[in-house]
């Protein structure tokens, strides 16, 4: 059992699409009422989805508290320099209302159709490594920054905006080493449960720990946020991710106190605006209340 004690914190995955803008505007208005965050997926190549952080800028714009973050950017389809300038823009415009969430890249052909390269396993976690070193830089306060990297370069460019606060790097992996640069180098962890089911978390999460330590950090300074992918019902089911609240918050209680994971980001069918507001009105304040009882008692 894990418990970091780290407050909690909730959001929901809005999905970019043109069809449903005044859906996704309403969903934006509860988080921003009650949430903590919106996540917006980043898939360029999806014919039916909006340009990610077109969409992210207009969130922002129209919410007043609610926080974004890309859920996860697409980077072999962005240039990291220009990627964290861009985050660093919306986070001084939005009074720091961003979070960076980078992913390796996945759908390579999909990728290489749009101009972007195929990558191997290996060469993308390289180049993950490298975009992470990128951004840290481009938001830092030097002169001038380079940087000599196998995938991506900076000569002598100079930094800047930087951050309105102390923006946070996230990191959407699953392999061991990846989870151990995480623990040394990143600030926060964004899984799935459609991809790392709960009972994979505890092992994940011990090697960003384990990388956490080998560098001199604290593990429990890192962010561990959940995509959980279902839908609530009036109506008990066998089955996780899919029920009554008392089972979601029975679920999101035991992530929580179990595995360490402190930030859940839900993701409905179809976007589904009654879900969002259930997930909201329903689901996060009886999980803030469950994990609060549960660890007075400890």
């Given amino acids: 059992m894990t418990d970091y004690g780290r407050d909690l914190r909730f959001g929901v995955f809005v999905t970019p ?8 505007y309403a969903i934006a208005d509860i ?13 360029p190549y999806q014919k039916h989805f909006l340009e990610a952080w077109a969409f992210i800028a207009t969130l922002l714009a129209r919410t007043d508290r609610v926080r974004v973050v890309p859920d996860v950017a697409n980077l072999p389809l962005h240039n990291p320099a220009v990627l964290a300038k861009t985050a660093a823009s919306l986070d001084v415009i939005s009074g720091g209302r961003v979070e960076l969430a980078l992913g390796a890249g996945a759908f390579w052909d999909a990728i290489v159709a749009m101009g972007g390269p195929r990558r191997t396993a290996g060469e ?8 992470v070193e990128v951004t840290r830089l481009m938001w830092s306060s030097e002169r001038s920054v380079r940087y000599d990297g196998d995938f991506y ?38 899984p799935s ?20 330590t080998d560098a001199g950090r604290d593990p429990a300074s890192i962010v561990r946020a959940y995509n959980v992918f279902g839908e609530i019902s009036d109506h008990k089911t066998g089955d ?7 089972q979601w918050t029975a679920d999101l209680t035991t992530l929580a106190i179990e595995t360490g994971m402190d930030t859940f980001i839900f993701g ?11 997930f909201a009105e329903e689901v996060a304040p009886a999980v803030r209340t469950a994990v609060a009882q549960s660890r007075g008692r400890r």
């Avoid at 965050?37 to 980043?42: A, E, K, L, M, T």
């Avoid at 800047?160 to 926060?188: C, E, F, N, S």
Wanted: hydrophobic share 35%; aromatic share 6%.
């Fill in 17 to 24: 699409s043109p069809d449903l803008l005044d859906n996704s």
């Fill in 31 to 43: 988080a921003d009422e009650q949430l903590d965050f919106i996540g917006v997926q980043d898939h």
């Fill in 124 to 131: 993308a976690a390289q180049a993950l490594r490298e975009a």
């Fill in 153 to 190: 370069g900076l000569h002598g460019v100079h930094p800047g905006p930087q951050p309105a606060h102390d923006m946070q790097i996230w990191l959407g992996v699953g392999g061991p080493k990846l989870l151990r640069y995480l623990g040394g180098h990143a600030d926060g962890w964004l």
């Fill in 193 to 212: 449960n459609s991809y790392f089911p709960p009972e994979a978390l505890p092992a994940m999460s011990a090697q960003i720990d384990r990388g956490a």
């Fill in 240 to 246: 996780r991710f899919r029920g009554t609240v008392s």
């Fill in 268 to 278: 409905a069918p179809d976007d589904d605006l009654t879900q969002t507001r259930r």
